[in-house]
T-cell receptor, first 112, second 113 residues
């Protein structure tokens, strides 16, 4: 019954590694998002994506890339991880960009 | 520059009391305003979403108001419960633009027994 799911829930890795976080939604939504929540709990949008358009927040390093194998999935791939990438990453989905968003449970990434 | 300011930054109240959280924004052109509740260790959950023509919307003990003229919104919580302890985030959506969403930094609410 989970609407938006993410795996893994926790991810601990070393600097320089490449990792991916998976996201799946079973709501039939057209738009998916990735957010980063830092230690101060401030949510910042990283990407929004539907089958027509990828919109990237210009502050996101190009080490981060979303990959969507189909409408129900939007995975986040991160290259050359840095200490500052440590945060909680949330996936979300909505019917369109003006509708309410449904968030996943988050993935806590720790880079050592 | 689009901005959303929330106040207070944190708030502690006793169980059973009411409280009101504030959100001021400078987002333009305005599309809608959303309030989210985020429990510790969980993803945000939508409470209300209001468009320009709506000035109040309720969801159980939560009532949101919107004054599009003064660009202010409030979230009123009635008869608070321990489970209301969470961060409350105000998000304003603009028409057009990149992603069109501007997030506030949230109000951290603690309900004490």
């Amino acid at each position: 019954d989970t609407a938006v799911s993410q795996t893994p829930k926790y991810l601990v890795t070393q600097m320089g590694n490449d990792k991916s976080i998976k996201c799946e939604q079973n709501l039939g939504h057209d738009t998916m998002y990735w957010y980063k929540q830092d230690s101060k709990k401030f949510l910042k949008i990283m990407f929004s994506y539907n089958n027509k358009e990828l919109i990237i927040n210009e502050t996101v390093p190009n080490r981060f890339s979303p990959k969507s194998p189909d409408k129900a999935h939007l995975n986040l791939h991160i290259n050359s991880l840095e200490l500052g990438d440590s945060a909680v990453y949330f996936c979300a989905s909505s019917q369109d960009r003006r509708s309410e968003q449904y968030f996943g449970p988050g993935t806590r990434l720790t880079v050592t | 520059k689009n901005q959303v300011e929330q106040s207070p930054q944190s708030l502690i109240i006793l169980e059973g009391k009411n409280c009101t959280l504030q959100c001021n924004y400078t987002v333009s052109p305005f599309s809608n305003l959303r309030w989210y509740k985020q429990d510790t260790g969980r993803g945000p959950v939508s409470l209300t979403i209001m468009t320009f023509s709506e000035n109040t919307k309720s969801n159980g003990r939560y009532t949101a108001t919107l004054d599009a003229d003064t660009k202010q919104s409030s979230l009123h919580i009635t008869a608070s419960q321990l489970s209301d302890s969470a961060s409350y985030i105000c998000v304003v959506s603009a028409m057009g633009g990149a992603d069109g969403l501007t997030f506030g930094k949230g109000t951290h609410l603690i309900i004490q027994p």
